[in-house]
């Protein structure tokens, strides 16, 4: 049996979702699965460094972004929310919202990823760490799922791409991007928040945001449900699972490898461009 506050947890969470996406200036979106952890270290380390803030850095860093907590010491935090938009992953694909424009007035940072990374990466987050609902098939079965598999994911970046024109303020970045050129990454996104920071800043947080290090606060909050690991035992149940560009190779068949291909280019926004 699930405790009662997490089944009412996963209830309000859309509501929960809509108010502090209206309240909030800036806005990182993105499907689950993308790399926005990572992000969310990178920028968070920035913002300590920029505004003197003495508080620890914990995993779950809207803490820091919240009226109620932290801003009321640091007003000059700006007011950031992280967001699954409107948690596409748990809808069927055609029932993910069509347009954005409730966000077009909004300063948006929209973090994506190569789909074949995020099918495997998502796929071992809903069967090893799920606890609603958790997926009962195999790999090869979820990337054929129309409607929660990639072609759930796919469909959504689609809407982004077809939408992306009517944002006042918008930068699309890729997880690739963001491993392949750290620096250069952070420094755009931290533009979109309105800072312009230095080679030196950008380093630090960097290295404190490193995949050890990450991993590492996994391991010391075993006790903290965003971000611990659900089974000692099971390596694909952490949340900081291998973190490589590539590494869904390791994981695919050379069937479903050329099936998530075919996949990407029948139906994937060719302005993409991800490599095949």
């Known amino acids: 049996m699930l405790p009662i506050k997490l089944l009412l947890k996963d209830k309000i969470a859309p509501l929960y ?3 502090m996406e209206s309240r909030s200036e800036y806005l990182l979106i993105s499907y689950p699965k993308t790399g926005r952890t990572w992000l969310r270290y990178l920028i968070g380390n920035v913002l300590f460094q ?3 803030i003495e508080e620890p850095f914990l995993s779950d860093t809207n803490y820091i972004l919240k009226p109620w907590k932290i801003r009321d010491k640091y007003e000059t935090i700006p007011s950031i929310y992280y967001s699954h938009d409107d948690r596409p992953h748990r809808k069927k694909r ?3 919202e ?3 424009k409730r966000f077009y007035n909004k300063s948006v940072i929209f973090l994506y990823r190569d789909p074949r990374a995020v099918a495997v990466s998502q796929y071992y987050s809903l069967k090893e760490r799920t606890l609603i609902n958790p997926y009962k098939g195999s790999l090869s079965e979820f990337i054929r799922d129309e409607e929660y598999g990639p072609a759930n994911y796919i469909h959504y970046l689609n809407i982004w791409m077809k939408e992306k024109s009517k944002f006042k303020n918008i930068l699309f970045l890729s997880y690739e991007e963001l491993s392949l050129d ?3 990454s952070l420094s755009a996104v931290m533009n979109i928040l309105g800072f312009n920071v230095g080679n030196d800043t950008l380093n630090i947080a960097i290295n404190k945001s490193d995949f050890k290090q990450m991993q590492k606060l996994e391991e010391k909050e075993k006790n903290n449900h965003v971000i611990a690991r659900k089974n000692e035992k099971k390596p ?3 949340k900081m699972r291998k973190g490589k560009i590539d590494g869904y190779r390791e994981e695919l068949s050379e069937e479903d ?3 998530l291909n075919e996949l990407i280019s029948e139906r994937l926004d060719k302005r993409y461009g991800f490599q095949l």
């Open 257 to 259: 490898l050329t099936f």
């Open 50 to 52: 920029e505004l003197g």
């Open 182 to 184: 750290t620096k250069k």
């Open 17 to 19: 979702n809509y108010i």
């Open 94 to 96: 055609l029932q993910i």
């Open 98 to 100: 069509s347009n954005k």
């Open 236 to 238: 694909n149940s952490a």
